[in-house]
């Protein structure tokens, strides 16, 4: 019952929606059945959820890839901040 009503309301909604309003409200709607432990069957991790949320950013070290554009490398470096991603800049 809970995933048909859940099924109803989003087609309801994502009828109103502009095109590129669904996907975001989609994205919405996962992160927090995700974090009430719905859906998914992994820990939530709200660090990791909020720098996906806010993108920060890492002014500190020169960009050694020429490839690559240094506002994806102020994100990298910071995302090499977090402990779990602390080698991926090395």
């Known amino acids: 019952l809970r995933d048909s009503l859940r099924i109803t309301i989003f087609t309801w909604v994502a009828r109103g929606l502009f095109e590129r309003h669904k996907l975001i409200f989609l994205s919405q709607l996962t992160f927090n059945l995700m974090k009430r432990g719905i859906v ?3 820990d939530w991790n709200e660090t990791h959820f909020q720098f996906l949320v806010r993108g920060h ?6 960009n050694p890839l020429p490839w690559l554009p240094n506002g994806a490398w102020a994100s990298i470096s910071a995302l090499g901040d977090m402990d779990e991603f602390g080698k991926f800049t090395s």
């Open 40 to 42: 998914g069957d992994m």
């Open 57 to 62: 950013s890492k002014l500190s070290e020169e």
